[in-house]
């Protein structure tokens, strides 16, 4: 599985604003951290793989596989 998301994480601005945004403009939205996909991967059952930022860019890939 791959989640291509904006991750929440301190050297991230263009998260942190996304984040902002998520929270102003709806009622329970928010930027996730890769820490949290990892967690909700492992409780579907799924092995994390990894992170993978995208250069240039302020969204990050979230890779999970089965064990």
Request: no cysteine.
């Amino acid at each position: 599985m791959a989640v291509h998301d904006f991750l929440a994480a301190g050297d991230n601005p263009g998260a942190a604003m996304f984040s902002v945004v998520m929270l102003v403009w709806t009622r329970e939205g928010e930027a996730y951290s890769g820490d949290d996909y990892r967690a909700w991967f492992v409780e579907a059952g799924l092995k994390p793989l990894g992170v993978h930022p995208n250069p240039g860019m302020p969204t990050s890939l979230v890779i999970a596989g089965k064990p």
